[in-house]
């Protein structure tokens, strides 16, 4: 998956995704994939607020009261 991403090149042969080449046509391969890895690397870097604020987005909150939202939380906890 990693050379078949991008992320690693191939040390030898070739791979392609709806006929782009991994390599030369990272942007066409990009247009043509869906890729969610098992870990994010974003995940343990982001604060509390950015946390909730991210899962309140893939939720559905209206961007309109997704802050309130956040800070209602956040002062529930403390």
Avoid: F, H
Wanted: glycine share 8%.
């Amino acid at each position: 998956m990693s050379i078949l991403t991008g992320a690693v090149q191939p040390s030898s042969g070739s791979a392609a995704i709806g006929g782009y080449d991994v390599v030369d046509e990272k942007g066409d391969v990009y247009r043509q994939l869906g890729y969610c890895p098992q870990t994010s690397p974003l995940i343990n870097r982001l604060t509390a607020r950015e946390t909730l604020a991210m899962y309140a987005r893939l939720r559905g909150i209206p961007a309109s009261r997704v802050y309130s939202l956040c800070e209602a939380l956040i002062e529930q906890a403390t």
